[in-house]
């Protein structure tokens, strides 16, 4: 339970601190440069699945063991969700997911009542169509991949490109371009999707992709190949019983080894539990009470540290992306929509960006408990407030953190977007107590409290934020503070000190 009222919260913070307290100076302006990031580095899904419509993972509250329900095509033309995506840009926009690998591509003029052989569902041209057109309208570039089930195989049943050079050819028609892609959605784990190949290997792999990439090089040059898109190989995939529902697992490590340096971006995927849709794999479920804790929330850093380790062995120097991420696998938990989870979503933007990643795409922007945006109301959850705050403050230059008073207070810093010289600190803090900070100068201040911590609806310095008719978004203006600000027990803030005068945001 937060100890402080909200309005107390609030009156605190407006006047700068006002608690017979030490407050620890953060040394802003002497924070060293450690990494920088991608100037859309927080991008976001839409599921593949979302745009033709299928079975995707069902809410809670329905039959018992349903794990997937019949959901119609997400409207990507709907005014409130253009605006609200709007308020996360510059992003990135992947389509892609598991249902991407078998799904068909109608061809011009085709109209189909049911998938061709090997595939499992149809994408139609108009649906396509829209997806380009709501890339251009949110300013968030597409990132995709291919399908590689059955029906695009050969009498071989080695791949072909016919597929992609449909989808290649009609984003170009619908005056779009692809900005990256995956070869398939995680390669590492072939057989989770229906229609696949029997027995893929990372054989398979290594000659399929090098297909795919001389097509690219060829048909697409503009188009940044990124891969192989592994995902839970340090340590979710370990659990795995052998001959599970979602099938044996390929090697990441021996696809690069049959390719190396071919990407121009490594990327893989995280998640560190899954959700209760999917307790019959045997691997355990995200557990509430943990959320707040360390080891919880440093398991992103686990993940990163292994697919680095093999970027830098097989593709050294390259930038490393994680292409899809959330609370749990198998659509989040029921916590995943609360503000209990915006802790863990901004701790993994932070620890990661600290690392070196460039691009970190939530799954999923509307779909499902761990969507950003509530899909049947278009209501924003914490996490998206959340993302906007980040996106404002948190500029493409990475700081060390700031020395903290507590291990229940994490701290991280960037240069303050916009402004040279300024700093954002961002202070998540996961205890009970609230803390004392010291930002050395006058600045502006965001704080996000919740009541109690798994609520769906988060304020931000005591008001609700919101959407007005116009397509802006409300409540989100800043509280002026002298300099001492205090962190309200387990609140996330965000501070704005311009002139920090740091060296290396200069």
Not at 11 to 29: D, E, K, M, R, Y
Request: hydrophobic share 40%.
């Amino acid at each position: 339970m937060i100890r402080k009222t909200l309005l107390a919260a609030t009156a605190v913070i407006a006047l700068g601190g006002a608690i017979n307290s030490p407050s620890p100076s953060l040394q802003l302006g002497k924070l060293s440069r450690i990494a920088t990031v991608d100037a859309r580095y927080q991008g976001y899904n839409v599921e593949m699945v979302e745009v033709t419509g299928g079975r995707f993972w069902a809410p809670y509250g329905g039959p018992a063991n349903e794990r997937y329900r019949q959901r119609p095509p997400i409207d990507l033309t709907d005014p409130k969700l253009i605006a609200l995506a709007k308020g996360l840009g510059p992003s990135l926009l992947r389509v892609s997911g598991t249902w991407a690998n078998n799904t068909y591509l109608e061809a011009e003029g085709e109209h189909l009542s049911a998938p061709p052989a090997g595939f499992v569902q149809v994408l139609t041209r108009d649906q396509w169509r829209r997806v380009v057109a709501f890339s251009k309208a949110v300013d968030a570039p597409i990132v995709t991949s291919f399908a590689v089930s059955n029906g695009t195989r050969g009498s071989d049943g080695i791949w072909t490109t016919g597929q992609a050079q449909r989808l290649l050819d009609l984003t170009r028609d619908a005056g779009g371009s692809l900005y990256a892609a995956e070869f398939f959605n995680e390669a590492n784990m072939p057989s989770a999707a229906p229609e696949m190949p029997n027995s893929y290997t990372a054989a398979n792999y290594g000659s399929e992709f090098r297909i795919f990439r001389d097509w690219a090089r060829k048909n697409a040059p503009d188009m940044k190949i990124v891969g192989p898109g592994g995902v839970g190989e340090a340590g979710l995939l370990h659990n795995l019983p052998a001959g599970a529902q979602f099938g044996s697992h390929v090697s990441t490590e021996d696809m690069m080894k049959a390719n190396p340096d071919s990407v121009d971006a490594v990327s893989y995927h995280f998640y560190g539990s899954v959700s209760q849709r999917c307790l019959g794999l045997g691997i355990g479920t995200a557990t509430k009470g943990h959320a707040l804790g360390a080891e919880w929330l440093d398991l992103t850093v686990r993940d990163f540290k292994y697919y680095a380790a093999l970027r830098d062995k097989y593709e050294p120097g390259k930038p490393i992306w994680n292409t899809e991420t959330a609370q749990a696998a198998c659509g989040g938990s029921p916590w995943a929509s609360t503000f209990l989870d915006t802790f863990r979503y901004l701790n993994q933007n932070a620890a990661l960006a600290q690392k070196g990643l460039q691009v970190v795409m939530h799954n999923t922007l509307a779909a499902s408990d761990y969507a950003l945006i509530d899909r049947d109301t278009l209501t924003p959850r914490p996490n998206y407030w959340a993302a906007v705050l980040w996106r404002r403050n948190m500029g493409t230059t990475v700081l060390a953190s700031p020395r903290s008073p507590s291990p229940a207070l994490r701290l991280y810093a960037h240069c303050l977007a916009g402004k040279p010289g300024g700093v954002a600190v961002m202070a998540l803090n996961t205890g009970e107590a609230s803390q004392r900070l010291g930002l050395g100068g006058p600045g502006l201040a965001w704080t996000m409290t919740g009541q109690p911590v798994d609520t769906r609806t988060v304020q931000i310095n005591g008001r609700s934020p919101g959407l007005d008719a116009t397509g802006q978004l409300t409540g989100l203006g800043g509280i002026a503070v002298a300099g001492k600000v205090t962190v309200p027990g387990q609140s996330v803030a965000f501070y704005a000190v311009p002139n920090a005068n740091n060296p290396a945001c200069r």
